[in-house]
């Protein structure tokens, strides 16, 4: 079928009011987990075929994080369809006022290939929680994860209401030519501009999440053990492929020192002598990946690490000093297993250096001292935070996730999910009383000052 095909199928669905009963959204969340429980060693395998994620990844950031979320939807989703009933202006007292909760219609849902099931089937979920009728783009770029989404996706769920459309970029610019009702994005920021455009021509509204360079600022007063660790996993989990791994870090030449020293001990406990034997440790997505991200290494000087292995697009857990704030690493998001440090003396420089960049999708702070760690959240604009931590943030659902600038537009997770792909339809509901209507007399001409000031 070709998108005009796909879209007036769905189109049909949703008029006919189909997705609208809450048992039926509730039918397919739970056909959505049946899905991804009977085939979790397929899901395992296609994420080791495409990325030689570990089994403990997949299962804690793919699967049971998926899973997580399709269980707290159905927890929930009988309350969030409810409609709101707002406070009510002492005006309205004899009024009574909703907002309903509307799907969009037809919404489009495009994934990223770093983490190929959890970018895509959260949006999907949610969408499907909301009442819309879903086109899935899964990324081509993970080939083994889009295979596998394809054949199931139609095995599982109501195939007149949720479609995958696979492809490439020529398939994604013919679909992104058609009017959506909403547009669910995930990618790199200069994709995200064309997303952009595209919905405009329609006026279709959009979330982005985009990626950008995530900034750690690490000060003395850091558990510095602990710091070194949860900076390390952040950015070496997935092979630093993760949108808010970070990128890099800023800290004294003191602190620096220690980070590195460290660094060398917990890398050899957890990947051994040669990461590249380790089943924990990814390889990089595809060539040009590979290519772009090896390029990296020649900036500044490698402190740990460093080694690479183009037949299996492998890149070693790296760690650079010596660098310079216009150094090409420093120039793009580096999306791999690369971690330049930056000396600066003070947090104000910290402030100053994350200033003068593009907002990052998310910032984290070591630190014990906590008026320090108030100055950089409040001076500072990003996505996310974790303080004294890394990439947990994300994993709150009560807390809603997105970038800024940049980084993304909107936001999602537990219930942000549900809310990004809902319509607050605002209602009024006011009587034929006729008290209501001799109070609102004064509105009708012929107009009087006093009727004017009353
Ligand atoms: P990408 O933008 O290359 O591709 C993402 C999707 O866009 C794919 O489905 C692809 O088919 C489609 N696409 C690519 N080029 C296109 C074009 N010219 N026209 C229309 N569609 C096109 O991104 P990626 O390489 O898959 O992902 C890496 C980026 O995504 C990084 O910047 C990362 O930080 C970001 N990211 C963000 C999040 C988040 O939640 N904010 C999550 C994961 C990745």
Not at 213 to 242: E, H
Request: aromatic fraction near 10%.
């Amino acid at each position: 079928m070709n998108p005009k095909e796909i879209i007036a199928l769905l189109r049909n669905s949703f008029e006919s009011g189909k997705t609208r009963p809450v048992e039926y959204r509730i039918q397919q969340i739970k056909n959505l987990k049946k899905m991804i429980v009977e085939n979790e060693e397929k899901f395992l395998q296609a994420l080791k075929t495409d990325l030689h994620k570990s089994r403990h990844e997949s299962i804690v950031m793919e699967i049971q994080f998926l899973i997580n979320d399709l269980e707290n939807i159905l927890a929930e989703i009988r309350d969030w369809v409810k409609p709101e009933k707002p406070k009510k202006p002492l005006v309205n007292i004899l009024d009574n006022l909703y907002i309903f909760n509307d799907p969009y219609g037809v919404v489009l849902v495009i994934g990223a290939w770093n983490y190929p099931f959890q970018l895509l089937l959260m949006p999907f979920a949610g969408a499907i929680a909301a009442g819309n009728c879903v086109i899935l783009k899964p990324s081509e770029v993970a080939t083994a994860c889009c295979n596998l989404v394809s054949t199931l996706v139609p095995k599982y769920l109501d195939p007149d209401s949720y479609k995958v459309y696979a492809g490439g970029i020529p398939e994604t610019t013919l679909l992104l030519k058609e009017k959506f009702d909403y547009i669910f994005y995930t990618g790199s920021s200069n994709v995200g501009k064309i997303i952009s455009e595209a919905a405009s021509k329609h006026l279709t509204p959009v979330t982005l999440e985009l990626g950008g360079k995530s900034p750690v600022y690490i000060d003395k007063t850091a558990d510095i053990n602990m710091a070194v660790k949860r900076i390390l996993w952040g950015k070496f989990a997935n092979a630093g492929q993760t949108c808010v791994a970070p990128d890099y870090l800023l800290c004294s030449k003191d602190v620096e020192q220690k980070f590195v020293e460290i660094s060398k001990v917990i890398l050899k406990k957890w990947y051994g002598n040669d990461p590249k034997k380790s089943l924990d440790f990814g390889r990089i997505i595809n060539d040009n990946h590979f290519k772009r991200i090896e390029k990296l290494l020649n900036n500044g000087s490698v402190a740990v690490g460093g080694e690479t292995d183009a037949s299996e697009r492998y890149i070693a857990p790296t760690i650079l000093t010596n660098i310079s704030s216009n150094d090409p690493v420093m120039m793009e998001e580096i999306f791999g297993p690369i971690l330049p440090i930056i000396n600066i003396d003070n947090l104000y420089d910290a402030i100053s250096f994350i200033n003068k960049r593009e907002k990052p999708l998310a910032m984290y702070i070591f630190s014990k001292n906590k008026k320090d760690v108030d100055l950089l959240i409040q001076n500072t604009s990003c996505g996310g935070i974790t303080v004294n931590d890394t990439v947990m943030h994300l994993a709150v659902d009560t807390l809603p996730f997105g970038g800024i600038g940049n980084s993304g537009i909107g936001n999602y997770h537990g219930k942000y999910t549900f809310d990004t792909f809902t319509h607050k339809k605002s209602c009024l509901y006011k009587s034929f009383a006729l008290i209501g209507e001799k109070l609102g007399q004064a509105r009708y001409p012929p107009y009087s000052e006093r009727k004017t000031r009353l």
